[in-house]
Protein backbone atom coordinates (compact mmCIF):
# COMPACT_ATOMS: atom_id res chain seq x y z
CA UNK A 1 0.00 0.00 0.00
CA UNK A 2 2.89 2.40 0.71
CA UNK A 3 4.48 1.98 -2.40
CA UNK A 4 1.13 2.31 -4.62
CA UNK A 5 0.57 5.40 -2.30
CA UNK A 6 4.12 6.77 -3.60
CA UNK A 7 3.08 6.18 -7.12
CA UNK A 8 0.46 7.97 -6.53
CA UNK A 9 1.66 11.45 -4.80
CA UNK A 10 5.03 11.05 -7.68
CA UNK A 11 1.98 11.14 -10.09
CA UNK A 12 -0.17 14.09 -9.01
CA UNK A 13 1.47 15.53 -5.86
CA UNK A 14 0.22 14.73 -2.50
CA UNK A 15 -2.38 17.26 -2.02
CA UNK A 16 -3.87 15.60 -5.64
CA UNK A 17 -3.38 12.41 -5.06
CA UNK A 18 -6.43 10.20 -5.13
CA UNK A 19 -6.81 7.70 -2.23
CA UNK A 20 -9.47 5.77 -4.26
CA UNK A 21 -6.32 5.36 -7.41
CA UNK A 22 -3.77 4.11 -4.20
CA UNK A 23 -6.42 1.07 -2.86
CA UNK A 24 -7.34 -0.05 -6.49
CA UNK A 25 -3.41 -0.02 -7.09
CA UNK A 26 -2.66 -1.73 -3.69
CA UNK A 27 -5.65 -4.35 -3.97
CA UNK A 28 -7.00 -3.01 -0.18
CA UNK A 29 -10.45 -1.41 0.72
CA UNK A 30 -10.26 2.06 1.25
CA UNK A 31 -11.04 1.66 4.73
CA UNK A 32 -7.93 -0.65 5.08
CA UNK A 33 -5.61 2.77 3.50
CA UNK A 34 -7.28 5.14 6.36
CA UNK A 35 -6.87 2.49 9.27
CA UNK A 36 -3.01 2.23 8.32
CA UNK A 37 -3.02 6.39 7.10
CA UNK A 38 -5.25 8.23 9.15
CA UNK A 39 -3.96 11.07 6.80
CA UNK A 40 -1.81 11.50 3.74
CA UNK A 41 0.91 12.97 5.80
CA UNK A 42 0.86 9.64 7.82
CA UNK A 43 1.79 8.05 4.54
CA UNK A 44 5.29 10.60 3.99
CA UNK A 45 5.99 10.14 7.59
CA UNK A 46 5.94 6.52 6.99
CA UNK A 47 7.88 6.81 4.04
CA UNK A 48 10.44 9.45 5.80
CA UNK A 49 10.84 6.23 8.94
CA UNK A 50 11.58 4.02 6.21
CA UNK A 51 13.87 5.77 4.07
CA UNK A 52 16.04 7.08 7.07
CA UNK A 53 16.45 3.91 8.74
CA UNK A 54 17.70 3.13 4.97
CA UNK A 55 20.13 6.05 4.86
CA UNK A 56 21.87 5.10 8.39
CA UNK A 57 22.43 2.28 7.26
CA UNK A 58 24.23 3.41 3.91
CA UNK A 59 25.90 5.86 6.01
CA UNK A 60 27.38 3.42 8.91
CA UNK A 61 28.40 1.14 6.08
CA UNK A 62 30.68 5.10 4.74
CA UNK A 63 31.66 5.12 8.29
CA UNK A 64 33.33 2.03 8.67
CA UNK A 65 35.88 3.13 5.62
CA UNK A 66 38.72 6.02 6.32
CA UNK A 67 36.93 9.37 5.97
CA UNK A 68 37.27 12.66 7.26
CA UNK A 69 34.38 15.14 8.19
CA UNK A 70 34.39 16.83 4.87
CA UNK A 71 34.20 13.50 3.32
CA UNK A 72 31.30 12.34 5.67
CA UNK A 73 29.35 15.75 4.28
CA UNK A 74 29.83 14.94 0.96
CA UNK A 75 28.75 11.43 1.46
CA UNK A 76 25.37 12.59 3.25
CA UNK A 77 24.48 14.92 0.04
CA UNK A 78 25.37 12.08 -2.35
CA UNK A 79 23.01 9.36 -0.22
CA UNK A 80 20.20 12.35 0.30
CA UNK A 81 20.37 13.57 -3.31
CA UNK A 82 19.96 9.56 -4.37
CA UNK A 83 17.04 9.44 -2.28
CA UNK A 84 15.77 12.85 -3.74
CA UNK A 85 16.20 11.49 -7.54
CA UNK A 86 14.50 8.13 -6.36
CA UNK A 87 11.36 10.08 -5.14
CA UNK A 88 11.58 12.62 -7.56
CA UNK A 89 11.62 16.46 -6.59
CA UNK A 90 7.72 16.93 -6.53
CA UNK A 91 8.10 14.21 -4.12
CA UNK A 92 10.79 14.94 -2.14
CA UNK A 93 9.72 18.94 -1.68
CA UNK A 94 6.57 17.42 -0.28
CA UNK A 95 8.38 14.98 1.73
CA UNK A 96 10.90 17.96 3.17
CA UNK A 97 7.74 20.22 3.99
CA UNK A 98 6.34 18.00 6.14
CA UNK A 99 9.64 16.90 7.94
CA UNK A 100 10.47 20.93 8.67
CA UNK A 101 6.91 21.81 9.30
CA UNK A 102 5.96 22.83 12.57
CA UNK A 103 3.55 20.40 13.74
CA UNK A 104 6.42 17.50 12.99
CA UNK A 105 9.54 19.70 14.44
CA UNK A 106 7.04 19.59 18.06
CA UNK A 107 6.93 16.03 17.98
CA UNK A 108 10.03 14.62 16.61
CA UNK A 109 13.71 14.59 18.18
CA UNK A 110 16.43 15.36 15.95
CA UNK A 111 18.06 12.42 18.13
CA UNK A 112 15.42 9.76 16.77
CA UNK A 113 16.88 10.20 13.30
CA UNK A 114 19.74 7.74 12.38
CA UNK A 115 22.13 10.14 10.03
CA UNK A 116 21.20 12.84 12.63
CA UNK A 117 23.01 10.96 15.51
CA UNK A 118 25.80 9.15 13.12
CA UNK A 119 26.91 13.44 11.69
CA UNK A 120 26.41 14.33 15.50
CA UNK A 121 29.25 11.42 16.64
CA UNK A 122 31.44 12.61 13.70
CA UNK A 123 31.33 16.32 14.39
CA UNK A 124 32.38 14.88 17.96
CA UNK A 125 35.40 12.82 17.30
CA UNK A 126 36.31 15.83 15.21
CA UNK A 127 36.03 18.02 17.68
CA UNK A 128 37.72 15.82 20.44
CA UNK A 129 40.54 15.22 17.67
CA UNK A 130 41.16 18.79 18.13
CA UNK A 131 40.43 19.49 14.22
CA UNK A 132 37.22 21.55 14.73
CA UNK A 133 37.18 24.53 17.59
CA UNK A 134 36.72 23.50 21.23
CA UNK A 135 33.24 25.04 21.62
CA UNK A 136 31.51 23.29 18.63
CA UNK A 137 28.51 21.38 19.72
CA UNK A 138 28.08 18.58 17.47
CA UNK A 139 24.07 18.29 17.91
CA UNK A 140 24.24 21.99 16.71
CA UNK A 141 26.57 21.28 13.71
CA UNK A 142 24.43 18.19 12.81
CA UNK A 143 21.24 20.19 13.06
CA UNK A 144 22.58 22.69 10.80
CA UNK A 145 23.91 20.99 8.35
CA UNK A 146 20.65 18.90 7.30
CA UNK A 147 18.61 21.66 7.98
CA UNK A 148 20.72 23.77 5.38
CA UNK A 149 21.49 20.66 2.87
CA UNK A 150 17.97 20.52 2.20
CA UNK A 151 17.10 24.43 2.32
CA UNK A 152 20.19 24.11 -1.09
CA UNK A 153 18.55 21.07 -2.24
CA UNK A 154 15.03 23.08 -2.39
CA UNK A 155 16.31 26.29 -3.96
CA UNK A 156 19.03 24.48 -6.35
CA UNK A 157 15.94 22.53 -7.90
CA UNK A 158 17.97 21.89 -11.05
CA UNK A 159 20.21 19.14 -10.82
CA UNK A 160 23.71 19.63 -12.73
CA UNK A 161 27.11 21.28 -12.61
CA UNK A 162 25.75 24.78 -10.83
CA UNK A 163 23.53 22.74 -8.34
CA UNK A 164 26.69 20.56 -7.53
CA UNK A 165 29.00 23.99 -7.48
CA UNK A 166 26.37 24.95 -4.67
CA UNK A 167 26.44 22.10 -2.79
CA UNK A 168 30.27 21.99 -3.23
CA UNK A 169 30.16 25.23 -1.58
CA UNK A 170 27.98 24.62 0.89
CA UNK A 171 30.40 21.49 2.26
CA UNK A 172 33.21 24.06 2.08
CA UNK A 173 31.61 27.06 4.23
CA UNK A 174 30.48 24.39 6.45
CA UNK A 175 33.73 23.02 7.12
CA UNK A 176 35.46 26.76 7.71
CA UNK A 177 32.13 27.40 9.88
CA UNK A 178 33.48 24.56 12.29
CA UNK A 179 37.45 24.21 11.73
CA UNK A 180 40.02 26.86 13.78
Known amino acids: MLDAAIVEFQRAGTSSADINAIVEAAGVARSTFYFHFPTKEHVLLELIR ?15 TRHDL ?7 IRLVVELENRWGAPLFRDVISLYFSPALARDEQWSRHPTFVLLAAEIERARIRGELYEDVESYDGAAFF ?6 VLISAREAGQAREVVLKKFVKSTLRSLRP
Open 70 to 76: GAVLEEI
Open 146 to 151: LIGLHA
Open 50 to 64: RDEDFLGEELGRFLE
